[in-house]
């Protein structure tokens, strides 16, 4: 069976939105058939060991801006619609005898997975997570781990005829 080409689009505008318009822009568009795309709003939280601590989260009220954003992609009527999120866990400060167990526990990281965001959250967008896990005192380039869960899965729908065309617009499809 031949693997069909994925094309992808990140910082997309126009002609979905324009200056100072919500949901601003569409962080990542991907598809491998035009009238199945699929659009993504990210959001990066980091986490950041403390030695004698719990870890200190960043950035996860960002996520509330995240809902909102990614609940106005549905009025634009692709195929599916996720909120990505993406968790920087940087593990490199504790002391832990193992470096592959520097990474925050879950259970530390439930302000980002059982926040009070998800209550906003329209049940028709599929929730990502992305973590990111850097464990020794290495570039990131060099040492990490990442993992990738799908929480929830976006619900998948016939796509809008106009959405397909304004995507040809931008893909030269």
């Known amino acids: 069976m031949a693997r069909k080409n994925v094309r992808y689009f990140t ?6 939105t324009r200056n100072r318009e ?3 822009d569409i962080d990542l568009i991907i598809f491998s058939e035009v009238n199945k795309a699929i659009a993504f709003e990210c959001k990066i939280v980091k986490a950041t060991s403390q030695p004698t601590e719990k870890a200190k989260i960043n950035k996860a009220e960002k996520l509330k801006e995240g809902v909102r ?3 106005d992609y ?4 692709f195929s599916q619609v996720y909120l990505l ?8 400060y504790y002391n832990k005898p193992n470096f592959i167990n520097n990474h925050t526990l879950d259970g530390d990281l439930s302000k ?8 906003d959250l329209d049940n028709r967008i ?4 992305c973590k990111i896990e850097q464990t020794r005192n290495l570039s990131v380039d060099f040492n990490n781990n990442i993992l990738f869960k799908i929480e929830r ?5 016939k796509q809008n005829v106009k959405t397909k065309k304004m995507i040809e617009s931008i893909s030269d499809y």
Not at 11 to 16: A, H, L
Not at 85 to 92: F, Q
Not at 112 to 119: A, F, L, Q, S
Request: proline letters at 5%; aromatic letters at 12%.
């Open 11 to 16: 910082t997309v505008q126009e002609p979905f």
């Open 126 to 129: 599929g929730i990502i997570y």
């Open 74 to 77: 549905l009025k634009f009527g």
């Open 153 to 157: 899965s976006a619900l998948s729908k």
């Open 85 to 92: 999120i993406i968790i920087l866990n940087d593990g490199r």
């Open 69 to 71: 954003q990614v609940n």
């Open 112 to 119: 980002i997975y059982n926040g009070n965001w998800k209550n």
């Open 22 to 24: 919500h949901p601003g």
